[in-house]
């Protein structure tokens, strides 16, 4: 079994201070954990420390009032529980900011999937006018080259390369990649606890796996305790009231040659509805977004892309009538005709996904501000 830290105080062990002393909690297989970490950026004691003080400094937005953590708050289980994430002078984004917990193990990033690695996630951010609003990359570094806190600590921690906008992604990537989820009451049950599930969580569990269908997106494995498939569905969610075809021609002018198009769409009211036909043009993946991971999901709502599902039994409501219906439903959905024992039951079994340690964290931690740094 594994040795269990509380995420909130997840650490390396050890001499060595690198993966190999890290300890991932109780539900999370450390083997995976490590293998998740990319050559090209090993993980190291210095180098998690440095990324969470950019993780929390405002200063890397344009008028130093929001952070990373400003829309991804430990106080909120590493959300902001706005419908709509909210970035520099209050501008309103289109999607809701998903948890961080676990990001680690995403293959892809952002809802639609557009960015390969947590280190080109981390730098979208920081130039988008609708988020944390820095004119360019550079910026970005200029404004932290002239910090005698930074120039000492990326010399250390990057000797051959200093501060640079991949340096700083670097950095930011690591801590995010030590974010762990584990040590739920569903955990403890899988490792042989009986009684670590009520009744009626064990009842939504076995209808989780059966009658509701929901582990067909929603997949559990040992190896990928995630609650998700990483892939992308259309549920209905946003596309089922709008014109698709209007969109795609929208879309495929705003496109142009227009390299930040990307970003600027997935922003855009409407077309951001699009949502992974945006990064694919297959129109196969029209209003499909990714499964996000069920873990921690009380503490993570409102629900959906778009925060349009306030609690967790307007969700399994929704999903117990089939979803939205539009020309590119997911095949999995149909009406489930769950009666409201059954939702209620489900509901139940989902807050047995709630960790522990993140519970504590969620408790004891201030939540951020937009008051602007000195």
């Known amino acids: 079994m594994l040795f269990l830290i509380p995420s909130a105080a997840l650490a390396f062990q050890g001499p060595g201070n690198t993966s190999e002393d890290f300890q991932a909690p109780i539900g999370i297989n450390q083997r995976a954990w490590r293998e998740k970490i990319p050559a090209s950026n ?16 405002k200063r890397l937005s344009m008028n130093a009032s929001i952070s990373c953590a400003t829309c991804h708050d430990p106080a909120n289980a590493f959300t902001d529980h706005a419908n709509l994430a909210v970035g520099i002078l209050g501008q309103q984004g289109t999607r809701n900011a998903p948890t961080i917990l676990n990001v680690v193990f995403n293959e892809r990033f952002f809802w639609d999937g557009r960015a390969a690695s947590l280190e080109e996630q981390a730098k979208q951010p920081l130039t988008s006018k609708f988020e944390m609003g820095m004119d360019s990359y550079q910026a970005v570094v200029n404004r932290l080259q002239v910090i005698s806190r930074y120039r000492t600590d990326f010399h250390r921690v990057f000797p051959n390369e200093g501060i640079t906008i991949d340096t700083i992604a670097k950095a930011i990537a690591s801590f995010e990649r030590t974010k762990l989820s584990g040590n739920s009451p569903f955990d403890r049950f899988i490792a042989g606890d009986s009684r670590a599930l009520t009744e009626t969580q064990k009842n939504g569990w076995s209808l989780f796996r059966g009658k509701a269908r929901c582990i067909e997106c929603h997949t559990y494995t040992q190896s990928s305790p995630f609650f998700t498939d990483l892939k992308f ?3 209905g969610v946003g596309i089922s009231d709008l014109n698709p075809a209007s969109l795609l021609n929208q879309m495929e002018k705003v496109q142009g040659a227009n390299s930040q198009a990307l970003g600027l769409m997935s922003h855009t009211e409407g077309l951001s509805e699009l949502g992974r036909y945006l990064v694919t043009w297959n129109t196969k993946d029209t209003g499909a977004f990714k499964t996000p991971t069920l873990r921690d999901i009380e503490l993570t709502g409102p629900y959906m892309h778009n925060g349009s599902q306030k609690t967790l039994i307007d969700v399994v409501r929704f999903y117990s009538k ?8 997911d095949e999995r959905l149909r009406p489930l005709n769950l009666t409201d024992d059954e939702m209620n039951d489900i509901v139940e079994f989902l807050r047995a996904l709630t960790s522990d340690d993140v519970l504590r964290e969620v408790q004891s931690t201030q939540p951020q501000t937009r008051t602007p740094a000195l």
């Open 42 to 57: 090993p993980i190291t004691a210095a180098k998690v420390a440095l990324g969470k003080q950019l993780y929390f400094d």
């Open 322 to 329: 089939g979803g939205s219906p539009n020309p590119n439903l």
């Open 233 to 235: 569905h259309n549920t």
